[in-house]
């Protein structure tokens, strides 16, 4: 993900979220790369942004904060193949643990990680705002 990238990334963010994140918390997510990795799902046909992956990388553990695909590209199994392509980057880099927060009314969302090997772990009591909402935290052993 650059500067570049956020109009497309903002874009997709506010038709993904009801309470999307502003272009200063991208901005943010870029300018720290000792932690943050922000990276951007381009079609290679279309050659434009359709999604976005930013995860936090801290030792061993990994924590996923934001994924979203644009609602044209979604159920086709691009957010699985990024999904095991992070997971499997990660596991080579060391990280033996990565976690997510989920709304429990995303299903969809739910239904990806727990084919991918997610397991609930607790839950965050209204974590989420426009609704509010708890928040599932899942995760996932690498060992």
Known sequence: MAEEDLQEVCAIESVSFPNPWPETTFRGEIQNRTFSFPYVIVHKLQERVIGYIIYWLIGEEAQINNIALHPDFRLKGIGETVLRKIIDKLRDNGVRFI????????????????KLGFRLMGIRKNYYTNPQENALVLGLSLD
Do not use: G, H, I, K
Not at 101 to 113: G, H, I, T
């Open 99 to 114: 976690s997510l927060e989920v709304r429990p009314s995303n299903e969809s969302a739910q239904s990806l990680y727990y």
